[in-house]
């Protein structure tokens, strides 16, 4: 597939579509929905996680994620969401270079060797959930793996850090330290975001930036925070199907992603187990 350059204008046009403004802080009753919402996105990570062999094709992964969300009771909240054109299905399946909003196609297929992103999100009684991960299919190289690493203890970091008192910069900017003191490179073009009613709300919580700016952090604030690392450069292009995102210098990439509850008491992760 042709490579093509991301459209200036493009994503922040989409985003002023389906990015709702403005900071909306949950109630406990919320909260008790969304660590639901959290829960069942989590237990399809974990049915898609044990899915994932050589051979296995993304839109097979795609059909067991959507059978496993409606067993559970709730819907998928990929499929249709507003872009170039409504996202065509309920997970993005993302492989190698490609870093996000991967199409799970047919013609995909799992191999040996590869990193393999899945981001998936939910909606359950009204409320989002967000969560990705990637995974390496058997044997991969050292440099694969460190990425993987690096891109986790990223996420964990991120989350660790999410106390109210502290700034979406302080988050951003340990993101971003950590990540480019490995000699990785983060994305400027996607961001971490609020989530709540709507899948993408204020705060953005961007992979860069700088101590003590931003948004100060209040119990009540729930943020999807994702660390997107790319090997090469951080210079991303889009696909022709203008959805699927690749590192434009064709290097691994990898995401990982949790919904995470800002409370009085530290950190909470919804989307687990
Ligand atoms: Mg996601
Ligand atoms: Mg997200």
Redesign the pocket.
């Known amino acids: 597939m042709r490579r093509s350059r991301l459209v200036p204008g493009l994503v922040s046009r989409i985003q002023r579509r389906t990015w709702r403004k403005g900071i909306h802080l949950k109630r406990p009753e919320e909260l008790a929905i969304m660590r639901q919402a959290g829960r069942i996105n989590a237990l399809v990570l974990q049915t898609l996680r044990q899915a994932i062999r050589p051979g296995v094709s993304a839109a097979e992964l795609d059909e067991l994620a959507e059978k496993t969300i409606r067993k559970l009771g709730a819907r998928p909240a990929f499929k249709g969401y507003p872009g170039p054109y409504p996202y065509p299905a309920t997970i993005t399946l993302s492989i190698n270079d490609e870093l996000v909003h991967g199409i799970p196609y047919p013609d995909k297929i799992i191999r040996e060797g590869d990193l393999v992103s899945v ?1 998936c ?1 939910v909606i359950y009684k009204g409320y989002y959930a ?1 969560a990705a991960f990637t995974v390496a299919v058997g044997e991969v190289p050292p440099l694969a793996q460190e990425l993987l690493r690096v891109t986790k203890e990223a996420l964990d970091l991120a989350i660790r850090m999410a106390w109210p008192g502290r700034r979406t910069g302080d988050i951003s900017a340990a993101i971003q330290q950590f990540v480019e003191s490995h000699g990785f490179h983060v994305t400027r073009q996607y961001t ?2 609020g ?1 709540g009613r709507w ?1 993408h709300e204020d705060p953005a919580v961007p992979n860069f930036g700088e101590p003590g700016t931003g948004e100060v952090l209040r119990p009540g604030m729930v943020l ?1 925070l ?1 660390p997107m690392v790319l090997v090469g450069t951080e210079e991303t292009a889009v696909l022709d199907d203008e959805w699927t995102v690749v590192s434009a210098d064709g290097s691994l990439t990898a995401h990982f ?1 949790h919904t995470v509850a800002v409370t009085e008491f530290g950190p909470q992760v919804l989307t687990k187990v």
């Open positions: 981001d999100g967000d971490g975001h989530i899948m999807a994702e992603e």
